[in-house]
Structure formats: structure tokens, C-alpha cells
Antibody, heavy 123, light 105 residues
Framework: EVQLQQSGPEVGRPGSSVKISCKAS????????MNWVKQSPGQGLEWIGWIDPEYGSTDYAEKFKKKATLTADTSSNTAYIQLSSLTSEDTATYFC????????????????WGQGTLVTVSS | DTVLTQSPALAVSPGERVSISCRASEGVNSYMHWYQQKPGQQPKLLIYKASNLASGVPARFSGSGSGTDFTLTIDPVEADDTATYFCQQSWNDPTFGGGTKLELK
């Protein structure tokens, strides 16, 4: 059974950084790209970017290129997202999502999701 | 970015049929997918590539469309279907619709 287990809620001060983890199990971690998605309170969903754990390659939505950094540790089957220079706009729930699709990195859909990690930015 | 437009809310009675629409600002071929999200939970994949039922999803759910106009249909609606439904395209960089909140009368 595919499972994505995310780390717990985070509180960050304005201007600081937070790092969230997503531990994968039930499949070969390097076989699939991992995506990250943001959901602001009461709002819709925004794609942040993806990381290919096998090659370490990444792609980001333009809006998040200076905000998010995606990494992956193949020894522990864990993907990470670091959010920097936090502002109130970053208060949201962040999901990791494993995709499936017609190619490795595009034309795909989010078949499995983590439970989400709430990040609250507060002084 | 490809903008996806959904109606904000719908209300139906159990046992009825409901159609939830999603319109794309440009053609996305068949790369439209649908998710269900209940409060406090992660989204759940229902339909991929416009009309393919995801594993474990009841056959009450179906999808149709291509190009710019897509529909998610639930027939018949059950009480447990109360949720917000999102469409997502992957023809270009992924974007999501704003969601349609389905309420039961």
C-alpha cells in the first residue's frame, strides 16, 4: 500500500524558514516524481513543483521559484520542502503528492497524497 | 497559466444525479483530472484523463469532456458525497480549479 507520511504542524516567525518532510512507503521511491501542493486557508490548491528522487532534478511553478526548495533523500525514502523568508501569505497546508501519468514528469495526475502539514506564520 | 473555472457550489438531494463542470481557458486535450476533498482531509483522486475511474472509486462517479469543457457526474448522489470537488489539468504546468462545494439537501 502506497503511503505518504508527512511531518507535523510547524510555526515559523516572519522571515524565517521551515522544512517539511514526506516519508514514502509501499513503492520504490525513485520510480516516481514527488510533487508539492499548497492549500491556503479556505482556498483552492496551487502546484508548487516536483522533484525526481532518482536524478535530483526539480521544476517549480514560477510563483514559488524563490520561495520553495525541494530535496529528496533516497536512503530514507523521504522528500522535503523548505519554505524560506516566511510571510503571512505562506500560512497554509502543504501536501506532498505522488503522481502517475503518461510520462515521468508531465501529463500526469496526483494519485496519492500525504495527509498535509499545516504551516502557520506568526510572530 | 491555464485557468480552470468551476461553479462555487451546488445543492442536490440524495439519489439525484449531479453534474459538476470545469472550463479551461485553453485546450488541455484529455488531461483533466478530478479530486474529492472532505474537510480536514487530503484530496482523493476520482477520475484521471477526463474519463478514467481511479482505483477503488465507486462507479457512481464518471467523467467526460475534452478540449476546454469537462464534467464530473455523480449518479446517484449519496450523503457521503458531501465534499468539495476540484478539477486539475496537466496539459501545461498543473493548475487546479477553485473547487465546487457539493451540499446535500
Amino acid at each position: 500500500e502506497v503511503q505518504l507520511q508527512q511531518s507535523g504542524p510547524e510555526v515559523g516567525r516572519p522571515g524565517s524558514s521551515v522544512k517539511i518532510s514526506c516519508k514514502a512507503s509501499g513503492y520504490t521511491f525513485t520510480d516516481y516524481v514527488m510533487n508539492w501542493v499548497k492549500q491556503s486557508p479556505g482556498q483552492g490548491l496551487e502546484w508548487i513543483g516536483w522533484i525526481d528522487p532518482e536524478y535530483g532534478s526539480t521544476d517549480y511553478a514560477e510563483k514559488f521559484k524563490k520561495k520553495a526548495t525541494l530535496t529528496a533523500d533516497t536512503s530514507s525514502n523521504t522528500a522535503y520542502i523548505q519554505l524560506s523568508s516566511l510571510t503571512s501569505e505562506d500560512t497554509a497546508t502543504y501536501f506532498c503528492a505522488r503522481c502517475e501519468g503518461d510520462t515521468r514528469v508531465s501529463f500526469n495526475w496526483f494519485a496519492y497524497w500525504g495527509q498535509g502539514t499545516l504551516v502557520t506564520v506568526s510572530s | 497559466d491555464t485557468v480552470l473555472t468551476q461553479s462555487p457550489a451546488l445543492a442536490v438531494s440524495p439519489g439525484e444525479r449531479v453534474s459538476i463542470s470545469c472550463r479551461a481557458s485553453e485546450g488541455v486535450n484529455s488531461y483533466m483530472h478530478w479530486y474529492q476533498q472532505k474537510p480536514g482531509q487530503q484530496p482523493k483522486l476520482l477520475i484521471y484523463k477526463a474519463s478514467n475511474l481511479a482505483s477503488g472509486v465507486p462507479a457512481r462517479f464518471s467523467g467526460s469532456g475534452s478540449g476546454t469543457d469537462f464534467t464530473l457526474t455523480i449518479d446517484p448522489v449519496e450523503a457521503d458525497d458531501t465534499a468539495t470537488y476540484f478539477c486539475q489539468q496537466s496539459w501545461n504546468d498543473p493548475t487546479f480549479g477553485g473547487g465546487t462545494k457539493l451540499e446535500l439537501k
